[in-house]
């Protein structure tokens, strides 16, 4: 048994030596952390399953838009801050995701933001990053439905309006698209 313990040992300490195996090692450890620090920020979000709060709220531009109108639809649900620098550097993943999802039926892309002292401040972000995805003017009560306490906060809603996945932090166009493809 003893020789079967320095076998494990010695074969570890060459793959370890070995640079493709402190790579494989090292990608190992850092995919678990980023997946922990993931599901210790999403942790007081909606799960999966959960039905995805109604609301009613009006676009930068004035008309109304209500969630339930969206029902058969996949809704990508961005929420974020004016004042939020990370928000800011998101907001050419969010524009091209709407972009690649433009002519699909099945899929919207909206924003919510929340956290703004008014909507000029809004439309300087809008200005400022070139927004060309839709941009609604939350609240307080949005806020705490969807229990947002950090920026951006996004959501995957179902066609039949449950959530589907959250994600909590900068998002990638990539992991945009992977989510909303699953």
């Not at 020789?3 to 190992?28: C, I, K, P, S, Y």
């Not at 039905?51 to 109304?64: E, H, N």
């Not at 906060?153 to 909303?180: C, F, H, K, N, P």
Request: glycine letters at 10%.
């Amino acid at each position: 048994m003893e020789d079967d313990q320095v076998t494990w040992r010695e074969r570890w300490g060459r793959f370890r030596n070995h640079w493709a195996g402190r790579w494989a090692v090292d990608l190992l450890l850092v995919a678990v952390v980023f997946l922990g620090v993931t599901a210790f920020q999403a942790r007081g979000l909606l799960g999966s399953g959960e039905p995805a709060p109604d609301f009613k709220l009006s676009a930068l531009q004035g008309d109304p838009v209500h969630l339930a109108a969206l029902k058969g639809k996949k809704v990508l649900l961005v929420f974020w801050a004016p004042w939020c620098g990370v928000c800011g550097a998101e907001s050419d993943n969010v524009a091209a995701v709407h972009e690649a999802y433009a002519d699909d039926d099945g899929v919207e892309v909206i924003s919510v933001a929340l956290g703004y002292e008014g909507v000029d401040s809004v439309k300087r972000f809008v200005a400022e990053h070139d927004v060309t995805y839709p941009v609604l003017l939350g609240n307080r009560d949005v806020q705490r439905a969807y229990q947002v306490n950090s920026f951006p906060t996004a959501y995957v809603i179902s066609a039949s309006g449950e959530v589907e996945d959250t994600m909590v932090g900068y998002t990638t166009r990539v992991g945009m698209q992977a989510r909303l493809a699953l």
